[in-house]
């Protein structure tokens, strides 16, 4: 289905992304803002606890109630709240002050969450009932290889490529641009995605009728 492998992808982006920044998100604030461990590891788990779980529900709920009238907006929803949080992440990650840029990490942990909710509701859906555990397993391997086991890679491969050129800002801008070259790319593969979903979904109505 050419809606699940955009999906898929766009997810797997998703999580390289996140997986990436999350790994490297603590070492950055100690590093480029000076923020003790402590102090960090405090702050960093009331955004997680609060922007995370509020734009999972969101993400869900919002997409629920839109495609009440469009069905797209399941594929729509994580597009346009990815799409937002770039701009917040240049902020995040240039901004001079560490603990204005703390509050600037809360739009990326409550957009980043978005994606979850209509992405594995999606999965259940576009598949016959027979196929649903199937369906999840591929796209859990899929996030898992490309974002848990890449992401986090490739951010340290590239801030140490960088440190010739930055010093020790090099984590900053490996940083900047795996989140917003690959949040664009996400972006881009969950509207590709909306352009078959409905086509696809039909046709699964069509052949459990």
């Known amino acids: 289905l050419r809606s699940f492998r955009h999906m898929a992808f766009g997810a797997a982006l998703h999580a390289f992304y996140g997986y990436g920044a999350s790994a490297f998100v603590a070492s950055f604030f100690m590093r480029s803002h000076g923020i003790p461990s402590g102090e960090l590891g405090t ?28 069905l797209r907006w399941h594929m729509w929803v994580p597009a346009v709240a990815t799409a937002i949080y770039i701009p917040f992440a240049f902020l995040l990650y240039l901004w001079p002050d560490g603990h204005m840029a703390l509050l600037l990490s809360f739009p990326g942990s409550f957009l980043g969450g978005m994606y979850l909710g209509p992405t594995f509701a999606t999965t259940q859906s576009i598949v016959p009932p027979r196929m649903r555990a199937t369906a999840s397993a591929i796209l859990l391997f899929v996030i898992n290889l490309i974002g848990l086991g890449l992401g986090p890679q490739a951010v340290g491969i590239l801030s140490d490529l960088l440190q010739g050129s930055f010093g020790i800002e090099s984590l900053r801008y490996a940083l900047l641009s795996v989140v917003v070259i690959f949040a664009a790319w996400s972006v881009l593969h969950y509207a590709l995605a909306a352009r078959t979903l409905v086509a696809d979904l039909k046709a699964k109505d069509a052949l459990e009728g």
């Open 43 to 70: 702050w960093l788990a009331a955004l997680g606890f609060t922007g995370g779980v509020a734009g999972t529900y969101l993400g869900g709920f919002l997409s629920d109630r839109l495609a009440v009238r469009d």
